[in-house]
């Protein structure tokens, strides 16, 4: 499949603004091929050709692909006729069926992307109920491609589950980060070294997991019976797995029951 346009609503946002011009960058579609939302009419994004267009129905009626990217509780008020199309939704909390009943479309992919999308860096998982072609999966892989790594998941609960995951983007590090900042302000190290060293751990060190495995590491430093091993000890004891088991829970329950 090659879409001859594509359809952003909401594409001049953060999230689909940065699909816009990874779309564009990657050479996958044509400025003159690609179509965004915008109440305004103007936008940095206009200077690359794409069409910018005020009127979300417009938008539809000109493309073949329609992605969504707006918040959750702006979908009911969109009213776009997408009959016969593929729809790509990028919202959370928002089933394929409401979607689908909504819109007429004839197929409706859950994709959940994250913060990192503005480095090209997020992890993407998508969802279809729908047999399709092996042409239209190779499409929407390589549309979600442009803004990092994807992967097609087997049921909709996978996607409501790994919005509270994956979907958080730097959600977790960030808060880990801050508590390793105020922790050690609190035992009397200096502010600003606090910030550095919590930052070496979370993005500096963090770096370190794309070459190895978590596990093995965790083992190894484990193993040495030392400082390190004593700190992961107690947040074992503590239950720090079981804990990150219910804040995900707790996300995805907030997107299963809808926004």
């Known amino acids: 499949m090659r879409a001859e346009t594509l359809g952003i609503i909401g594409g001049t946002g953060w999230l689909g603004g940065a699909l816009a011009q990874a779309l564009l960058d990657t050479g996958f579609v044509s400025a003159a091929q690609l179509f965004l939302s915008n109440r305004s009419g103007s936008h ?44 790509i939704s990028l919202m959370a909390g928002v089933t394929a069926q409401t979607i689908s009943e909504a819109t007429g479309a004839r197929a409706v992919v859950r994709a959940m992307a994250n913060a990192a999308v503005e480095i090209r860096q997020s992890f993407t998982p998508w969802h279809c109920a729908l047999e399709l072609p092996a042409s239209e999966v190779d499409f929407i892989e390589h549309v979600l491609a442009c803004v990092g790594t994807t992967s097609r998941v087997p049921t909709e609960d996978c996607i409501d589950y790994l919005s509270a995951l994956s979907g958080t983007g730097p959600a977790f590090p960030a808060l880990l980060m801050t508590a390793l900042t105020h922790q050690a302000m609190a035992a009397g190290i200096p502010q600003d070294v606090a910030h550095q060293a919590a930052r070496g751990v979370v993005v500096a060190a963090g770096q370190l997991l794309a070459k190895h495995d978590p596990q093995a590491m965790i083992d190894s430093l484990v193993a040495y019976k030392g400082v390190t091993a004593a700190a992961l000890q107690s947040l074992l004891d503590a239950g720090f797995e079981r804990q990150i088991g219910e804040a995900v829970q707790a996300g995805a329950e907030v997107a299963r029951r809808g926004m």
């Not at 938008?59 to 008020?77: G, K, T, Y």
């Open 44 to 87: 940095p994004l206009s200077a690359t050709g794409a069409h910018l267009v005020g009127d979300n129905q417009a938008l539809v009626d000109a493309s073949d692909v329609v992605i969504v990217s707006v918040r959750p509780e702006q979908f009911n008020a969109l009213k776009i006729d997408a009959s016969g199309k593929l729809v």
